[in-house]
Structures are given as C-alpha cells and as structure tokens.
C-alpha cells in the first residue's frame, strides 16, 4: 500500500465520525471512594490514578503544605524508606508519580497485569497511599528544594508574572495561592503539619480512583478495595467559597532586568461545570487558542512580528478558574503589543467569529480529539477529570457532538456576556534592558 493511501487510512480510523470513547463504569466502595473503570485488553498493563481534593487550595494559612504532603508519600512507608520503595516498583517494571496543582493531589501507578508485577506494585502503592512514615530526613531535603526552587524562580519573568498575575486576580480566595507556596510559609511548615494535612484529606470520601487498563470489573473491584481498605472513611473536602470577579481594570507593572517583557492579561473564566463550557472553549479555540492559526497569532505575531507567540485559555477549575492571554515582545514594543491584544479582543467581543472560522475550529478540536484519548494513560487522566468534577459519564460520547453543536450565535452571546474587556488584570514584567 502506497504511503497516501496508509494516512488516508489512518485518517479515517481517528475521525471523529468513526471514534467510539470507552464504556466507563462506577462505583462507590464501602468506605465511600468513588471509582471509575474503564476496561482496556489491548496492552497487558493498567493505569491507576488516586485524585484526592487536597491540592493548594487546602493550604489555609500554609502555602506549599499540599505540595509537600504529595511529595512526601513515597518517601517512607510502614517500615520501608523511600530507596525500598522505588527498588519494589523497578523491581517489577511499574511506574509511580504524584502531583499536586490548585484543585487537587494525584497519585499514579503503572503496572504490567502479570500476577506477580501486578500484586508487587499494587501492594505497594496501597502502602504508599495508606501507611506513609513522613521520615524527617527526607522533609528537610525536600523542603530545601522547594526552597531552592522558590529562589530560582525569582529570576524567571513568567514565574515573577503568573505569580502576581494569581495574587491580584484572585485576593483572598484560595485559588490566589501557588501550588509552590511561598518562602515565608514554607520556612514553617513541620512534620505536624503534614500529617494533619493528610489525615484530613488523604481519606477514602475525599478520593477518586481511576483504573484503565487489563482487568476486569470483579479484579477492578478488588483493587479499588486493595488501594481505599487502609484509608479512614473520612469526609469529603468542604465546598470552596465563590470567586469575585473584578469590577474594574487594573495593571501591574514589575521593572526586570531583560531585553523583553512578559505579558499576562485575564479575568475571572469559567468553573468545569460552567453551561457556557463549549461556547466559551470553542470561541477561545478560534481567537487564540490553536496556536499560530489563531486570530491574535495572526494580528500580533504574522502581520507586526510583535511576537515569536501569543496565546489565550481557559483553566477551569471547581470554582471559577482564569481566562489568561499572554506574550512576549521587545521593551520598547510592549505598548503597541498591548494594544493590538485589546483591539483583536473587543472585535472578537463585539463581531464574533466568522462561519469560516468556526468550521475550521470544530474541525481541528473534533479531528484530534481521537488522539487525545489514544492510551490508557490518557483516558486514566479523562477519567480523572470526570470523576473529580462531577461530569457526566458520557462526557466522552457527547464531546464531539457538543463542540460541533456550537454555533457563531452562542459564541457572540456567551463572549459579550462571559469576557469583559474593559475589567482585564495586566501584569507586565521588564522593562529593564541592564
């Protein structure tokens, strides 16, 4: 077969007409953890995710404290230290990782199915989860790295602005908080601190487990039961407080020393469950969202070269997350950039997109879709942000045909009502050529 006729081919087989997304199950164990499954028998192997609500958004008065509770779990575990624990997955080719962002704290396993992989890493991922030692040696050393990491990034403009960029646009709210933290706060935290965080939100109501992969519904059973059994029962995270949005335009400008200056501009966005979600993510999609074909791409960066690139998103979150537009351009070009990136936003506000464009976008969003859920992981990580925030179980299915449901209209309608030009947060760092 030809080489044309092999991607057509492959063409087809990812088109949105042909993808068939993967019958998700669920279930609640007895101790409360919410479990989703997805059977996959391609590959001898399973994904698992264990998504706890204990990201920094449950800092209270410690920023970093959720990051460095994740980061600590597998340095000690029941009687075994953290070089016995990496030993027994490599031992049997299994992979673990954690993470831990604003909304949430996520534990992950990979494992071949073969009986002895399979119960070897299984077990002990449960003992990492359920029996962490929080050994004081590995504390000091992580936090020094944190630390480290807080100094560094003060000679990053794009750190120096997200930061601030959180700070103003969110106040008081929890979400205002890095996931990093700060020097002051972490400089506190103790041993104690991290294990009443984690016995407050490390519990069975509080997590979500995700298993994709070689096994059956009965063997998922056993190991979402394997994995919660040890946890207390627990309560599930309290409901975060509502986000304020701004009620006028501010801007923020922080001297650095660089030749270039680092662009952020946003608002208050949308929250995962927000009924604007597609109008709002498809209209951001064609605005500037899909790169160097975008609308702002086009006008700041192809016809003024005022920029290698430029960028728009939404990050929905539980609550409101941020609408963020971002660039960078020389010092003396910084104005002009600006007002390009205004101009560009408040036609789009005012016009919308056109039919055009709209095609064009639901094309590139609904064709790559069957790329985006190509592996288990992937699914594990969909799956991951289903159960977590709530949405429907064939949020999968339905995607597609709600990207392609969206018209020029609800564009218009859910810009002018949803993204207020004249109420932008811009933060802008450099300035400085010495």
Do not use: C
Not at 86 to 101: C, I, K, L, Q, R
Not at 121 to 134: D, G, H
Not at 183 to 200: C, G, H, M, R
Not at 390 to 410: E, H, I, M, Q, R
């Amino acid at each position: 077969m030809s080489i044309k006729k092999w991607i057509f081919v492959i063409s087809l087989l990812f088109s949105s007409s042909l993808f068939a997304s993967p019958d998700i199950e669920h279930w609640i164990t007895n101790n409360g953890a919410r479990v989703y499954f997805v059977n996959a028998p391609e590959l001898p192997m399973v994904d698992v995710n264990i998504v706890f609500n204990a990201g920094a958004a449950r800092d209270g008065e410690y920023p970093g404290l959720a990051k460095l509770t994740n980061a600590m779990l597998d340095e000690g575990a029941a009687d075994l230290d953290a070089d016995a624990i990496a030993d027994t997955f490599s031992s049997v080719g299994a992979n673990y990782s954690a993470s831990s962002e604003r909304d949430m704290a996520v534990l992950s396993l990979r494992t071949l199915t073969e009986k002895k992989a399979f119960d070897t890493a299984l077990n002990m991922f449960a003992e990492v989860i359920a029996k962490p030692s929080f050994p004081e040696s590995s504390f000091l050393r992580i936090k020094q790295q944190l630390l480290t990491a807080l100094q560094a990034e003060k000679q990053s403009p794009q750190s120096i602005a997200t930061r601030t960029f959180f700070q103003k646009l969110y106040g008081q709210h929890p979400y205002s908080r890095m996931s990093v933290g700060d020097t002051v706060s972490v400089e506190k935290i103790n041993l104690d601190d991290l294990k009443a965080f984690y016995q407050q939100y490390y519990v069975a109501k509080n997590a979500v487990v995700v298993i994709v992969g070689d096994v059956s519904k009965q063997q998922a059973n056993e190991m979402a039961t394997t994995l919660t059994k040890n946890l207390k029962s627990g309560n599930t995270a309290p409901e975060l407080p509502a986000v304020t949005p701004l009620t006028k335009q501010q801007q923020v400008v922080l001297p650095f020393p660089s030749s270039q200056t680092t662009i952020m501009m946003g608002q208050i966005g949308m929250s995962r469950d927000d009924p604007d979600y597609f109008p709002l993510y498809v209209g951001n999609h064609i605005l500037g969202g899909s790169g160097l074909v975008s609308m702002l791409s086009d006008e700041i960066r192809e016809k003024r070269g005022l920029t290698y690139g430029v960028y728009s998103y939404f990050s929905p979150m539980q609550k409101a997350g941020p609408y963020v537009f971002g660039l960078q351009t020389r010092n003396d070009q910084t104005e002009e950039a600006l007002h390009v990136l205004k101009d560009t936003l408040n036609a789009y506000i005012k016009n919308g997109p056109t039919e055009a464009q709209l095609k064009a976008a639901k094309q590139n969003i609904t064709g790559g879709f069957a790329l985006r859920v190509d592996s288990n992981s992937k699914i594990a990580d969909y799956l991951s942000m289903i159960g977590f925030y709530g949405l429907p179980l064939d949020y999968l299915d339905s995607f597609n045909d709600k990207v392609n449901a969206v018209t020029v209209a609800d564009i218009k309608d859910a810009f002018k009502r949803r993204v207020h030009a004249d109420k932008m947060l811009t933060v802008l760092v450099g300035g400085e050529t010495k």
